[in-house]
């Protein structure tokens, strides 16, 4: 169902299996800080997990320990509903927030008596806030086949009863409050009538909950809008009537997780926790498909096609976040001409190069790049929140630069844009000219930085991806795919040379001819082939290199290194003394010119751009980085 | 599903909501008999268990459960039903 999208908190990746044992850990580690709490809270956790949080929170409290970084906050829970579940939650929920959360309860059911008592435990404790958690059924809006002017009385009753205890939760405990929207019940008396009878329940919310934003309007207090909450899930998800009567749960725990995240939204935004800059990546992500290979005219982007509009719809929300005074900044694997094209050429791209802040089009590592973004901006890293198709980039910001929220995307772009905005990451309490001015004191010049140096250590990311990568030759069943990868890739290719299908039979069965058919498997599952290559005799004992082409998803890997080891031990076991590369220059292939020099071979010739490249197969071969798989050979390595 | 293998997942659930690895999930065991078995930790324990097993309960179904082996046995013949 659409709603186990925020029940289920999805834009946060799933809790380590081992997470109850990791939460015990944290209480005799004498390293462990806000840090790892926050590390651990950056998961979607059920309401168990929540508590072991919780528990974890509070045995380090117990033992004095400090939980810096997160920023403290004392909140008062007070309502007409069961507090017990809620506590737990809500301290479990805070530190992926940045909130060391501290909570003092109201007694049961006594939310005028913790108002209005000086000495009343929440008012004592001099809270930063008081979450006033009333459901429609705790607040003085009885129902009834009123009239509008009665109605309206019955309505301004219930919000001058709200404004009373937020007066005297502000004068007896020194603290802001906030307040609850009312998210009505499925049920309805009329029917549709119900909007128009103005005694209804559904009608009395409505009322009350306009009447409530008014009055709250200006103020220091927050609205917590749980009847947006509740639509967005559905009523009658929300409601159960068997927990409310059972356990006067005031919706159902299902959504425990979900609430104790907006709470600790607006806690967060209100200690100035919201996210501040969205980085964005840019093949698959801003639009569909690679613009290095399928060029302005192959990505897909609008045009009434439903993958094009769901692009169409990241880019909208971008743009709407800017407007907002959110940072908009690129970092994508592309070469900054080629990924620059679409923002000033393509005529459906919402997003053009004067909306972004900083523009990194680079073969670097996004780690590297994503902290240099942050720095130019003089934001934090917890300002950040990187948006990338690729659960690959995703893993490596999560381990490197574990600050920057990377949501979780699901495999379909049509969600993407519904994703960001279910995570909440730019939640604001306030909104002034200045925030709406924010984003162009940044310059949007779409600037590129040169980088400095590497962050974080790539070789033990890569290894942690458990990659196996796959080599068959040429064959029946690949021969579709071998032929499109043959035909549409550009960057990756060093000669560009394009085959048809029957050409590329030809070369399954000629037996003079080397080939190669690389697929890649890591932790996030199977890339599909990644890479073709056709070696061809080419004088004694020497293979020429026909055709070399990789998937740029799989840059930075080694795969190419472990291609040429491939290449080379196949060579060898064959009797073949050297292989010879060549690189045709096109428009497009600029990144591969120097693949070969990369990979050891030496320069033997050059004319007008194009080179050739030489190396002996009894030259060591680059070492072996992941777990191979062969199939299909009739000779192989020793 | 074997009734063994309910007994096993249900150890497992009745750690996972407790946070206590020394609970061992037995047909005799009661709540009175598990630190922290409240009403509300039974809510807890009644959603996990229909989220682990995929199953759901009518309110009159749990309402008399008397001990885990009465749940082990409501679970055993949801699954069968």
Known sequence: MSNELYANLAWLPQPPADFRNRCRALADDPDADGRHLASLGTCALNENRLRQLAEAIRTLRARDRSLAPLTPFTLGVVGNVTLEPLVPALIGSAPRHGIALECVEGDFAQTVQEAMSPDSRINRARPDAVLLALDFRGLPLASGLYDEETARGVVAAAVAHVDALRAAFRANGGARVIVQTLAPPPESAFGSFDRIMPGTVRSLCAAFNAALVESVRGSDDVVLDVAALAETVGLADWHSPRQWNVAKLPFDARFLPLYADHVCRVVGALRGKSRRCLILDLDNTVWGGVIGDDGLEGIVLGQGDWTGEAFLDVQRAALALRERGIVLAVSSKNDDAVARRPFAEHPDMLLREEHIAVFQANWNDKATNIAAIAEALSLGLDAMVFLDDNPVERGLIRETLPQVAVPELPDDPALYARTLAAAGYFEAVTFSEEDRRRASFYADNARRLALQGQIGDLDAYLRSLQMRIVFRPFDATGRGRITQLINKSNQFNLTTRRYDEAEVAAFEADPQAFTLQVRLVDTYGDNGMISVIICRPAGERTWEIDTWLMSCRVLGRRVEHMVLREIVMQARARGIERLVGRYLPTERNGMVREHYAKLGFRLAAEADGATTWELDTAAEPPEESMEVERAGFDLTPA | ?81
């Open chain 2, 1 to 81: 599903m074997s009734l063994d293998d309910i007994y096993q997942r249900l150890t497992e659930i009745l750690r996972e909501v407790f946070d206590d690895d020394t609970v061992v999930a037995r047909p005799d065991l009661t709540a009175d008999q598990v630190a922290g078995w409240d009403s509300f930790a039974h809510l807890r324990v009644i959603f996990t268990v229909e989220q682990a097993f995929g199953v759901s309960f009518a309110a009159s179904e749990i309402s008399g459960l008397k001990n885990v082996g009465e749940l082990a046995q409501l679970i055993a013949a949801k699954r069968k039903g």
